[in-house]
DNA sequence: GTTTGTGAACCACTTCACAGCC
DNA sequence: GGCTGTGAAGTGGTTCACAAAC
């Protein structure tokens, strides 16, 4: 598969893994890294590793390997990071409030801008450096702010709500974090998290592992 | 597929999903739901509903749907939840704090019993009814408290040692937050997730959207 | 008529294995 | 000799389409 046509969906959702491990690797100040070395450090096989980055084009050299600088800028570019993408949070509960001041973000190119709560007494009040906003202010702040990308951190029975505020004020890339499915319209990108779910999950393979051994590592969601 | 042999992987992670769907629907009063309504509403095609049920056993009526308490008590038993699972958290920073008030948690069936940090400052601390203790008393108590489950929300660099100390201490399923790729032994259960990771997917799906549009929907985990 | 359960067809992803390049 | 890039083979998952059950 020669340089970027439509890049496999599995292989989406491993380029933000080979992003981290090469972060590290720069940081160990390894020049370049074999398929062998990113396989392993991210916990998949080698030759999963060179198919996922053949997909982006050939930038490995045989013999030497992958050069970190030059991978981590092209991965960047195809995800379209880098630019830092303006984050709103959308329901300032526990979760909100951790997520808001969640540093795994930052540090991969996202900024949170804005944070919405329906109560009005959380309204007003100082979260890091953001003042809570009533719901009324998302579309103006949403605009105002260049914000593209959403958390909805809310009670489920407010996210459908909250979702179609959104997509109205032209947020297109929502995150869920609310335990209830979303319908959005075309167009519109939505992903799901739920950590109910993944505990479930666990729970699943966990009463497995008496019997058969089963060692699961997976990448979230998914 | 008659009754319950091996269930594929991407089925486990679907089950979670229908058992959310069909609280809803038990909510309602609602006595049976066809795959179709169960589909619909779990964001899923029908025909994936009635195989990924079929690994269960045949627990439908033709012509007339699921039995929704009779289904979801199957998917409990399956999963392996229903007798309440008791948890540690290890890390009680922002995430940490937040997931040990989540309620998503206690209303599928587990229940936070143990936090843990590392900081002697937040040690004694309260969260909740639960007080922090130090790393030294995870041994201990997590045998006295029957810990079966921990969520790691550790910094990254923090991680592999807690997860060492967890797996010392017999604690074999964890579900880790830290931007981190773990190793654990054979038969120890390992899930992650990297909310990094899922903002920079939605980033690569956003970026396309303009030409060609995709909608994503995906459940956790995967 | 409705809706399940399931073989069969299809599609996507993973892994193998090796030719090609350093 | 070492390592990538990639066809080919293998695996697993999804969707179709229909017979069987109600």
Redesign the pocket.
Known sequence: ??AGRRI????VARLPVYLRVLHEAAEERTATV???DLASRAG?????V??D??HLG?????????NVVYLVREINRVLGVGDDRRVAIVGIGNLGHALAGYGGFVSRGFRVVAAFDADPSKVGSRLGDLTVLPMSDLGDAVSEKGVTMALITTPAHAAQGVADALVAAGVASLLNFAPTTLQVPEGVVLRQVDLGVELQILSFYEQRAGRDVRDEATLARA
């Open positions: 598969m020669r496999p969906e599995a292989t074999s398929s062998e998949v096989n080698a030759a999963q060179r198919k980055l053949s050939s930038y490995g050299t045989r013999g030497i390997g992958y």
